[in-house]
């Protein structure tokens, strides 16, 4: 038998063009050939709408209809093109299986973590007890580090790592030969990260599965992956082994790739002297003792013999000051409480103890207009924009849209204001993306779109939600060095929440590691790196993929 899996084959795929059918296709893939053998592990990596996840999607029968595929597509020898009916409902989780880069899309809102598992294994395995069908559920949720106590939890209840596990655990229950991952690990901490790829790769070599692992870590997928394909609008450039990719890349977009993610991971931060200006007029926001915490209510049998319900606590007791100008990264694991924290500052979560001071005023104390008022100087950018914006709604009023909201200007002024900042933020020429969607715009451009929303209200605050964590390392490079300059030309401060080790090192001035609610260590980015105090922060640092240790 061929140690081939996955063979494909002058691929070439085109999205419905509408009312245009006559029209010539405008390929998403074009002429792609790629093979993928037992037990071993293929990276695919490249620009934000270059076609990996296109190549995913097409592999399950996941595109939309009316699109058109070209070329030869088999699993173990087996055409899969044509699938249909119940062969394509096996094929999809027995034969191959997806894990989706946003988990929260896929996930029934209505349904637990142990109701979305079970009823994943009674479609596909109906003959399987209760009992063993529970087990093997509980089994798989431990190895990507889910506590069995929480499997009777919602989606919402979870954060956005730990609903990234789930995915990750429902993809891995039916034992698949072949797992497509498409970003796995984007909303995940370099710990868990390393923990789930090496389990990955690991059950992708005992039981002889084929992973394609489709990612814009050039450094995650070297370290990973036995070969490493790059592919650039449309078409894969260059593959080959990771070692070769990584140290003789041959083609100029395989190279400029590499030279963005090293500039990431080699430059720091320039250093920022919180004690100028000095005095308490410079402290911009002051945390004292802040806390969040969360019942978490047990079922029936722990009451038996626990006797009470548990207590989540994502803040605890935190003192934290950031003062104007400055740049502070908040580095942890996934649900340690980083963006509950940043929920909290911005009293979308009212604290159940403690104090938010912004510019000497208790936030805690604020309702309604006086609370509005206040947000208007703190905005947030989140990690996905795409989830953030209204899909029905134009680019150019979704920017104005903070302005009329807050009774700042009238709509022909708005839209003005919204143009200039379109420009400011390199959405260029303005008029080009005014009247656009949001499905119109890649990665990049949604989140200069984002950018450009937080920055319209003149805030002086601005909280960073992993916001370039979906973003190439080429594009990652660019975003940062606007936010760079955005920041000294408006004298901006920002939290900038990461689980980027080299991201955080590159554009902080301090970081600040959480774990398990609680600031564990602090202090200025380059004493952190050099100088790690607390194990936690050992962990992470040494976990993170580096290229200049693969090379």
Known sequence: MSDVLLSVQDLSVAYPLGSESEASPTWAIEGLSLTVGRGECVGLVGESGCGKSTLGRTLMHLLPKGSRVEGRCTLNQRDIRHLSGSALTQFRGEEIA????????????LMTIKQHCLETLKVHQPALSHGA????VLDTLKAVNIPGDRWTQYP???SGGMRQRVAIALALLLGPKLMIADEPTTS?????????????TRLCRDREMGLLLISHDLALVSEYCDRVAVMYQG?????GKADQILTRPQHPYTQSLLQSALHLQTETAEAFDPSHPPGEENILLRLTQLEQYY??????LARLFAGKDSIIRPVDKIDLTLRNGETLGLVGESGCGKSTLSRTILQLARPKSGSVQFKGVELTDLRGQRLREMRRQIQMIFQDPRACLNPMMKIGTSIAEPLLIHRLQSWDQAIIEAKKLMERVGLTPAEDYVHRLPSDLSGGQLQRVAIAR????????IICDEPVSMLDASIQS????????LKVERQLTYIFITHDLWVARFFCDRIAVMHQGKIVEIGPTAEIFKTPQHPYTQSLIQAAPLLARLS
């Not at 937080?454 to 605050?461: G, H, V």
């Open 478 to 485: 660019q975003v940062l060095d606007l936010m760079q300059s």
């Open 98 to 109: 997806y894990i989706f880069q946003d988990p929260m899309t896929r996930l029934n809102p």
């Open 295 to 300: 019942v978490q209510e047990a079922n029936l």
């Open 454 to 461: 937080a920055l319209i209200t003149q805030p002086q605050l």
């Open 133 to 136: 069908a529970q087990k093997k």
């Open 188 to 200: 995940l901490d370099v710990t868990v990260s390393a923990q789930i790829l090496q389990e990955l």
């Open 156 to 158: 919402h209840e979870f």
């Open 235 to 239: 078409q894969m450039v260059e593959l």
